[in-house]
């Protein structure tokens, strides 16, 4: 029987402990009276002083309770996670299966997801990477969270999140959990991206981290929380060049349809599966690494074309960054035409500026558009839109341009060679068209 005080919240609680299982049945009371009364009832006489024990969330301590020190574990572990390591062990052939199918991939990519998640199951700590896997609906994503992974490690212990709770001030559900699925990631759909993304990498490296309760102050708890992201989008994080953290699969576009056998067997070989995570030897440098994929490198690519990249664009003077994204004549529709037209005559003055040597006033106008064209959501109001500059530090202030005062910032754009051949070429499409005018005009 178990009555105490927690050290760290400063509540009560009450349980039963069963030593033939190892496993403790335990709630909150709401005052001690009651504590008192559940004591009595069984068959114990309640002491002067409640005592203090230290009741937290353990996923690295393979125990449910140590009386002499005062501790009582929230992570009780499932039978899966009790299996001592003996060699001989592999994954066994349904399970293997379904996760080769979720990667798209049965060799290298499949063989680090699988040392990532013997590393949890061994070493009881965050690996300080995760994973995104992503493709078509029925994939088998959310099949391999809910009927594999959350069985050994706990269902208890193992929750899916949507992307947009990162925003939530309130994070206690990340407290006690050793598995989270972020379903249906797609950073495009949140509202404030950055923020996202910071808080999805404290998440995947930082320990202890800070926890905001609905109710009550925050505090300081060790994370044990590792990571895997599901995503439908093809673009469905911001991953930059300099990223250590996110592992991801090749994107799978064929869906799954298990049949009542297939789910039968991926029950039954739980246990051979447990097995293999005590028993494989892990590479713990390897795991702490993400594996460089051809989907990793385009979501890269598509992330480099950023706010912040166009913003670092625009403080750093590269206009190689805007040239690179010209329109292409003929591949667009009306109202992008019009756009993109807005957007080339803004980066011709920003070449010929650039082949003159002179300061470049763009107006808080221009820099809407220029925005507007490589972004997908731009803010439209002139004050939301100034705040959004401001964010990505680039400050405007008042100037003339072409005669005229606006705000807006002054750019000193570096005259590389692809800007003079940019311009080399494009004075003489200017003459080619003007001397065809001319003999129109003469005819």
């Known amino acids: 029987m178990l009555g105490f005080r927690n050290e760290y919240d400063d509540n009560y609680y009450i349980g039963i402990y069963d030593a033939e299982s190892d496993t403790a049945n335990v709630k909150q009371t709401s005052n001690l009276t009651k504590l008192h009364h559940f004591m009595v009832e069984h068959g114990e006489t309640p002491p002067d002083v409640i005592p203090t024990w230290r009741y937290e969330f353990r996923f690295d301590v393979p125990y449910t309770i140590d009386v002499e020190n005062k501790f009582l574990n929230k992570y009780q572990?499932?039978?899966y996670m009790r299996l001592e390591p003996y060699k001989g062990t592999k994954v066994p052939p349904t399970i293997k299966q379904l996760i080769q199918h979720v990667l798209n991939d049965n060799g290298e990519v499949y063989e680090h997801y699988i040392n990532w998640l013997a590393f949890i199951y061994q070493y009881r700590e965050k690996p300080g990477t995760a994973w995104l896997v992503h493709g078509t609906q029925g994939t088998g994503k959310n099949l391999?969270?809910?009927?594999?992974?959350?069985?050994?490690?706990?269902?208890?212990?193992?929750?899916?999140?949507?992307?947009?709770?990162?925003e939530d001030q309130f994070n206690q559900q990340f407290e006690e959990a050793v598995l989270v699925l972020i379903s249906e990631a797609d950073v495009e759909a949140v509202r404030n991206q950055r923020r996202v993304m910071e808080r999805l990498r404290e998440l995947i490296t930082d320990t202890p981290?800070?926890?905001?309760?609905?109710?009550?102050?925050?505090y300081d708890a060790r994370s044990f929380t590792s990571l895997m992201m599901s995503s439908n989008q093809p673009?469905?994080?911001?991953?930059?060049?300099?990223?250590?953290r996110i592992n991801v699969a090749p994107r799978q576009d064929e869906a799954i349809r298990p049949s009542d056998e297939f789910l039968n067997n991926l029950d039954d070989e739980l246990a051979m599966f447990a097995a293999h995570m005590a028993s494989v030897t892990v590479d713990t440098q390897a795991v702490r690494r993400p594996i460089q994929t051809e989907a990793r490198r385009r979501l890269q690519l598509i992330s480099g074309n950023s706010q912040t990249d166009v913003s670092s664009a625009?403080?750093?003077?590269?206009?190689?960054?805007?040239l690179e994204l010209m329109p292409e004549a003929n591949r667009m529709d009306a109202s992008a035409?019009?756009?993109a037209d807005?957007?080339?005559?803004?980066v011709d003055e920003m070449c010929r500026h650039?082949?003159?040597g002179t300061e470049h006033r763009l107006s808080r106008n221009q820099l809407h558009v220029i925005f507007d064209y490589c972004l997908d959501t731009v803010p439209g109001s002139s004050h939301k839109f100034t705040k959004f500059l401001r964010y990505r530090g680039i400050y405007t202030e008042r100037m003339r341009k072409d005669g005229e005062l606006c705000y807006g910032i002054a750019a000193k754009w570096q005259p590389t060679e692809i800007v003079f051949e940019y311009m080399k070429e494009s004075h003489h499409e200017e003459h080619h068209s003007r001397r065809s005018g001319s003999r129109r005009n003469q005819r």
């Open 77 to 79: 572990p499932p039978g």
């Open 144 to 166: 391999l969270f809910s009927r594999v992974l959350s069985p050994v490690f706990g269902f208890e212990y193992c929750k899916t999140s949507p992307l947009d709770a990162l």
């Open 314 to 322: 625009l403080l750093d003077g590269n206009l190689d960054f805007f």
């Open 235 to 244: 673009a469905s994080l911001d991953i930059d060049e300099e990223d250590r």
């Open 342 to 346: 807005s957007y080339k005559k803004i």
């Open 354 to 356: 650039a082949v003159e």
């Open 209 to 218: 981290i800070s926890i905001r309760p609905m109710r009550g102050t925050r």
């Open 337 to 339: 035409s019009i756009l």
